[in-house]
């Protein structure tokens, strides 16, 4: 009786994994959107090819490296075993283990389904980059910089955090993340500033006079539809770090997840909505959608344990942060067209120590420092990626190029052809 009850749980932990992980493999496609609808129409297709190759590589890099270097779990040339291909031997190791914990922790069992779980997560923190350096980066260099970012940038940084690995040999970090607003979004976020940093403003975004030259986005419904599916997929993002589903404690921690992730989300929305009115007078839609994206991104640190009231204000700070965030880079001339840096970065940061409002494990010192070695290290080894690849191929279109728009040059074909003037 004992091993089918394991046998049961083993097979509800796994596909909910599975799901969970389908669903932040779907939040590629919200990227996709999102992006492309914040996008002038003529850098529409080499802004789709971005996300849909990003996503390969990551799957790819991670395959080959990235999952040895985070959790010494090589499967590229092994696979994974699996509890049907183990001897009887090992099968009743891993039951006396399940009877002895009371079924409490199965997950190290289940090595592929942790494997694409994980492995949707880095393609997640490599599309974050590719909408802040939207409309005048050479496709190719993009695509290297996904190489290194997801095989070797994002693993190590994970390796100290979520596998709890001592940083270069020198300390260890006392820093709560549940589902990696530090360790995936700002994450994203700094290799994002350190891209913008060396690529430099869109032709035309900042005037001589220090104003700003608003250039707004060529499909706002697409721009919306890329935020619904990103909040349904946030639902596995955060719901699927529980890592498991069975028992009834765990079950309705992953109900409280659920209901805390979308009360965040509203909040977030209504937050930048208020700010938005306030500050410019009008209803801006591209402020509401990010605005629901920071409040995802905000609890996304610990979504478990606050009340559904403490999520939503959680949410809407980080709704109110992303506005006055987006207006300030731009006042510092750090051209973002998507705000990614504002969403994933600063709002990410904000949810890295709102985890101290609810749990009582957590430190401000070992959330700072935990922070502080996620940001530096990304920066600077992102920093160092991209002035390579400037010295070697190059980062940045032409002029003509950028006026003609990335999609002739870099795809040879556009997304509107039916719009063109003939």
């Known amino acids: 009786m004992q091993d089918q009850i394991f046998e049961l749980q083993y097979a509800m932990d796994t596909f909910y994994f599975l799901i969970c992980g389908a669903l932040v493999m779907w939040m590629a496609a919200g990227f996709a959107m999102l992006e492309a609808g914040l996008v ?6 080499e802004i789709l090819t971005k996300n849909v190759a990003l996503f390969a590589i990551a799957c790819t890099m991670y395959l080959v490296c990235g999952y040895q270097i985070m959790y010494d779990g090589g499967i590229f040339l092994s696979g994974i075993t699996t509890v049907a291909e183990m001897d009887d031997a090992a099968v009743a190791e891993i039951l006396a283990a399940s009877n002895e914990a009371g ?11 942790d494997f694409f779980f994980q492995v949707v997560f880095v393609a997640t923190a490599m599309s974050i980059v590719s909408g802040a350096v939207a ?3 050479k496709l190719w260099a993009f695509l290297a910089f996904a190489v290194v970012m997801t095989g070797f940038i994002y693993p190590m940084e994970g390796s100290w955090t979520w596998n709890g690995d001592s940083v270069f040999g020198l300390y ?17 976020a700094a290799a994002a500033l350190a891209g913008v940093l ?42 699927g770090s529980t890592l498991k589903l069975g028992g009834i404690g765990v079950a309705n921690e992953v109900a409280n997840v659920f209901l805390n992730t979308n009360a965040a989300a509203a909040g977030g929305l209504i937050g930048a909505l208020i700010v938005a009115r306030i500050m410019f007078g009008k209803a801006d839609l591209t402020m509401a959608l990010n605005g629901a994206l920071a409040g995802l991104v905000a609890i996304t640190a610990e979504p478990a344990d606050p009340t559904p009231l403490l999520s939503t204000i959680i949410g809407a700070v980080g709704g109110a942060i992303v506005v006055f965030s987006i207006v300030t880079l731009d006042k510092l001339k750090i051209d973002d067209p998507v705000g990614a840096i504002s969403v994933h970065g ?39 990626v991209w002035f390579a690849l400037k010295a070697i191929m190059g980062i940045r279109v032409s002029e003509e190029e950028e006026d003609e728009g990335v999609d002739l040059s870099e795809c040879g074909m556009e997304a509107y052809p039916e719009f063109v003037s003939q």
Do not use: C
């Open 103 to 113: 079924f409490a922790d199965m997950g190290e069992y289940s090595g592929a389904s």
């Open 346 to 384: 600063v709002v990410g940061i904000w949810g890295i120590f709102a985890v101290l409002l609810s749990d009582p494990d957590a430190s401000f010192g070992g959330q700072l420092i935990g922070m502080l070695t996620i940001f530096i290290w990304v920066f600077a080894t992102s920093m160092i």
């Open 198 to 239: 060396v690529l430099g403003p869109r032709k035309g975004k900042y005037k001589a006079d220090g104003s700003v030259n608003a250039l707004p986005g060529a499909n706002l419904p697409l721009a919306t539809l890329g935020t619904f599916i990103l909040w349904l997929g946030w639902f596995g993002f955060n719901g």
């Open 135 to 137: 409309e005048r980066m």
């Open 172 to 188: 260890s970090l006392d820093y709560y993340d549940y589902a990696g607003s530090g360790i995936v979004h700002l994450a994203g």
């Open 40 to 45: 002038r129409s003529k850098n529409t297709t």
